[in-house]
Nanobody
Framework: QVQLVESGGGLVQAGGSLRLSCAASGRTRIASSYAMAWFRQAAGKEREFVASITWSGGSTFSADSVKGRFTISRDNAKNTVYLQMNSLKPEDTAVYYC??????????????WGQGTQVTVSS
C-alpha cells in the first residue's frame, strides 16, 4: 500500500498563495504509475474533488470552483504531487487530501487517505 503525507498548509490572507505537497512512500512505483488527485473537506461539509493529474503529468483536470486559480503538478522522480493555490478565497478553507490511484471524482470511491493538511484563508 502507498502511504501519503500531505504538507504545506497554513493560514493565509485572501488573495494569497500556498503550495501543497503530497509525498508518497511505500509502493512508490504504483504512485508514479497512476493518476493522482487532490480533494478537500471543509468543516461540516462533504469531501469534494479539487484536481487530478495523469501519471505522466500531461493532462490535468480541475473543479470549476478552483479553475484558473489552482494548478496541480507532479514530480515522479520525487514521488510527489503538488497543488499550487493562488488567489485564495475564504471558501477555500478546508483540509486538503491527496489520493492515488485516481478512481474518479467521487470521494466514496476511495478507502485510503493521508492525514491531510489544513488550509485556512482569512478574509
Amino acid at each position: 500500500q502507498v502511504q501519503l503525507v500531505e504538507s504545506g498548509g497554513g493560514l493565509v490572507q485572501a488573495g494569497g498563495s500556498l503550495r501543497l505537497s503530497c509525498a508518497a512512500s511505500g509502493r512508490t512505483r504504483i504512485a508514479s504509475s497512476y493518476a493522482m488527485a487532490w480533494f478537500r473537506q471543509a468543516a461540516g461539509k462533504e469531501r469534494e474533488f479539487v484536481a487530478s493529474i495523469t501519471w505522466s503529468g500531461g493532462s490535468t483536470f480541475s473543479a470549476d470552483s478552483v479553475k484558473g486559480r489552482f494548478t496541480i503538478s507532479r514530480d515522479n522522480a520525487k514521488n510527489t504531487v503538488y497543488l499550487q493555490m493562488n488567489s485564495l478565497k475564504p471558501e477555500d478553507t478546508a483540509v486538503y487530501y491527496c489520493a492515488v490511484p485516481y478512481r474518479g471524482n467521487d470521494p466514496a470511491l476511495y478507502d485510503h487517505w493521508g492525514q491531510g493538511t489544513q488550509v485556512t484563508v482569512s478574509s
